[in-house]
Structure formats: structure tokens, C-alpha cells
């Protein structure tokens, strides 16, 4: 019996996810239009649609079209009905944000780390949502917290299984905030959540094969394959990373070397720059240390690189020909109709973007560059709290990645 009653709430939650997305895909909508097309009940279309009323999900916008009878009432989806709390773990801060059922960052906060790892940092991490929460007036109208982190996750347990440079192993962080906050909460690892927004609510509605690579503290690629998130055996798929472009190179901390990442990522760069700045290289650089009076800013590096300055623009030219080798192996093996590069090095670093492009076309196999796109983001540095909504907001609506 429990069984029973178990399977017609699930068949019950389904008719409203199924019914609610179908007035916020082809709203304004009538009533009996759902139950038609849906095949469900005009009974329980109706409950449905009375439920979502009365939480202010949708409402009620004039007439439509009578087909004999009375004129219908039309039913249209309202994105402000809701809220969810969008959170991204990074190597350098916890983003918190508020977000429209459609994906509009409303409002969102930055606590900035401070060498907390592990245990510590998860603690951070619900500290900073709680104060974030503390500040909202209601909560009633809240759906579920999102949250994002680097490294192998594993979404559907709702596990971080491993991140090493946040030392986070095995980590049941859906378990942990759903019982701090008693909020549906979800999980995903922060590349394969911006997919998600690409295809859901940026640029790349239409693709079907698309590899995203950041390129920030470190390297994360999430790739879509025929239309789904591609994740592997251990939600591990995607450590561009970590594959090998160098036999006896720089040591890596998953243990091999030469690993594509410690040759492009953020830090990579810092210790070329601050190497040849210590040594007396003329650089722009320089004078913006000098004048900002603060450590070394990835911005400084674009600056300098959109002046022209030689420093900048040969690590620049390194690390596109390392990571074009990177992505050009990715072409060869996932035949992507798009190439999206986001994080912080290559958002707004035009010249980045371009050598990559040139480099990418003469490594790849010629016929699978033909039509290929390689651009940045559609959501630039909102890119993670953005994928985040749309983990909750795929499971919220019910939506197909193939529709
Ligand atoms: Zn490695």
C-alpha cells in the first residue's frame, strides 16, 4: 500500500512538473489546450493550474480563441512566482545568488576563501549561504538551493567524490545543506551545470555536441554528447585537464606529469608573470602592480595583453598553443559543432580566443573544424550560478535536453 501511495504522488508531482512547463514553454495557454495536448485529465489539469494560482506560479491573462463554447481563460507562467538560491564553490570564493524561475540572477553576494579547505570550507560554504538567506524577507516562495563545485561530482547522489586542491573527498553535500537549510537541494559539478545554461537559456539552444572549457584556478570541460551531458562511470568524464600533453613534465597533484592544466591555468601564468617581472623584465605589469598596489589581478594580464605589452602576449601565445593541443584533441574525439572557452582568463581576452581559433584549425582534423564555432560564453562570469539554476530548474520543469 505505501508502494502504492508512493508511485501516485511521484505520478502526481510529474502531471505538475509536465503541466507547468508546457504554460511556461507555450503560454498563454487554456486549460482544456494542456489537457489536450498532454493527455492528461481536464480534472487534474485544473487542480494543477488552481495550485499554481494560489503560489503564484502563474495567473490568469484575458481570453483566448472560442472554438464554439465560451471564450477560454489563458494561463500564463510567471518567472517572479519563485526564487531559488544559486551557490558555485570556488577555488577562491562562494558565489550566492538569488535567481527568477527563468534563470535572472535577482540578487547575488561573493564570500571571498581565505585557504579554507576540506571540512572547513564546507562549513564556509553554509555560513555564507545562511547569511546570504538571512537577509531574504521569505523564504515560502523558495524552491531548492543549487549548488556547483569543481572536480568529480556525482549529481545524481548528490556527492562530491573528489576535488584535491579543495581537498574535498567523498563529500555528501546534498544531505548536509538539505538538512542544515530544509531546502530541496541539487548538485553538479560547475562545468557540466554551465552546459546545461548554454543549452537551456544561452546561445547553444540548437546544439547537440558542445565541449565547454574554463580556464581559471584551474581547467574544467563539461561536454554534451548528442544531446546529454556526457559523465562517464564516475561523473568524472571531462578532466581535460589532466590529460598528458608533456611525459616528464611539471609534477601534477593527481600524481602524473605534464598535465595539460598546470601549464595553463591561473596560477601557471601568475609565476611566468611574477618570474620575468622579479628578473627586470620591461613589462606593463609591472606598472600596474606599482599603481594598483595589490597582487597580481588575472585583469592586469588582459590589460596588458589588450595593450600590446610583450610579457603578457607571449604567455598569452604559450598558453593558447598549449590549450589549442588540448581542445584540438577534443575535437578529434567528440566532433563538437561549438567550443565555448569561459573563466576568467578567457572572458573578455579577445586575442586569447582568436589564436586559439587559428591554432585549433591547422591541429584538428580539417573536416571536423568545418562549421565548428569556439566563442565565449553566453553568461560570462554569471556563467556558474546560472548553470546552477538551470540543474534545478531541468528537474523543477521536467525539460528534455532533445526538446
Ligand atoms: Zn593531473
Not at 540548437?206 to 548528442?226: F, K, W
Amino acid at each position: 500500500m505505501q508502494r502504492r501511495t508512493g508511485d501516485l504522488k511521484l505520478i502526481q508531482e510529474l502531471n505538475r512538473s509536465i503541466i507547468l512547463n508546457m504554460i511556461r514553454e507555450h503560454g498563454p495557454i487554456s486549460r482544456s489546450e494542456i489537457a489536450k495536448k498532454n493527455k492528461i485529465s481536464p480534472t487534474t489539469v485544473t487542480a494543477a493550474v488552481n495550485e499554481f494560482i494560489r503560489e503564484g506560479l502563474v495567473s490568469e491573462v484575458g481570453t483566448g480563441k472560442s472554438s464554439g463554447g465560451r471564450k477560454p481563460i489563458l494561463i500564463r507562467f510567471n518567472p517572479d512566482g519563485g526564487f531559488l538560491i544559486s551557490v558555485s564553490v570556488t577555488n577562491s570564493a562562494i558565489k550566492v545568488a538569488e535567481l527568477n524561475l527563468q534563470a535572472a540572477i535577482r540578487k547575488k553576494d561573493l564570500f571571498p576563501v581565505h585557504d579554507v579547505k576540506g571540512d572547513e570550507l564546507i562549513e564556509f560554504t553554509l555560513r555564507s549561504i545562511e547569511e546570504f538567506i538571512g537577509r531574504l524577507s521569505d523564504l515560502t516562495k523558495c524552491v531548492g538551493i543549487s549548488i556547483t563545485a569543481p572536480g568529480i561530482v556525482d549529481a545524481a547522489k548528490g556527492v562530491i567524490r573528489y576535488n584535491s586542491k579543495l581537498d574535498l573527498i567523498n563529500v555528501p553535500a546534498k544531505t548536509l545543506f538539505e538538512s542544515r537549510f530544509g531546502l530541496k537541494t541539487y548538485l553538479d559539478n560547475d562545468v557540466n551545470a554551465m552546459v546545461l545554461a548554454e543549452k537551456k537559456y544561452g546561445k547553444s539552444i540548437h546544439s547537440t555536441n558542445l565541449v565547454y572549457v574554463t580556464i581559471d584556478e584551474g581547467l574544467g570541460t563539461g561536454i554534451l554528447v548528442n544531446g546529454s551531458i556526457f559523465r562517464g562511470h564516475h561523473g568524472g568524464a571531462g578532466e581535460l585537464g589532466h590529460t598528458s600533453i608533456s611525459p616528464d613534465g611539471i609534477p601534477c597533484e593527481c600524481g602524473n606529469n605534464g598535465c595539460l592544466e598546470n601549464y595553463v591555468h591561473w596560477p601557471a601564468i601568475r609565476s611566468k608573470i611574477e618570474q620575468q617581472v622579479n628578473i627586470g623584465y620591461p613589462s606593463l605589469i609591472r606598472d600596474l602592480l606599482e599603481q594598483e598596489q595589490t597582487p597580481l589581478t588575472p585583469q592586469m594580464f588582459k590589460t596588458a595583453i589588450k595593450q600590446g605589452d610583450p610579457l603578457a602576449t607571449s604567455i598569452m601565445e604559450e598558453v593558447a598553443s598549449y590549450l589549442s593541443i588540448g581542445i584540438a584533441n577534443v575535437i578529434n574525439l567528440f566532433n563538437p559543432e561549438t567550443v565555448i572557452l569561459g573563466g576568467v582568463i578567457a572572458e573578455d581576452n579577445p586575442q586569447l580566443i582568436n589564436q586559439i581559433q587559428t591554432a585549433v584549425s591547422k591541429r584538428a582534423l580539417h573536416i571536423l573544424t568545418e562549421g565548428l564555432e569556439i566563442r565565449t560564453s553566453s553568461f560570462a562570469e554569471d556563467a556558474d550560478l546560472i548553470g546552477a539554476a538551470a540543474v534545478l530548474l531541468q528537474d523543477l520543469f521536467q525539460f528534455s535536453l532533445h526538446a
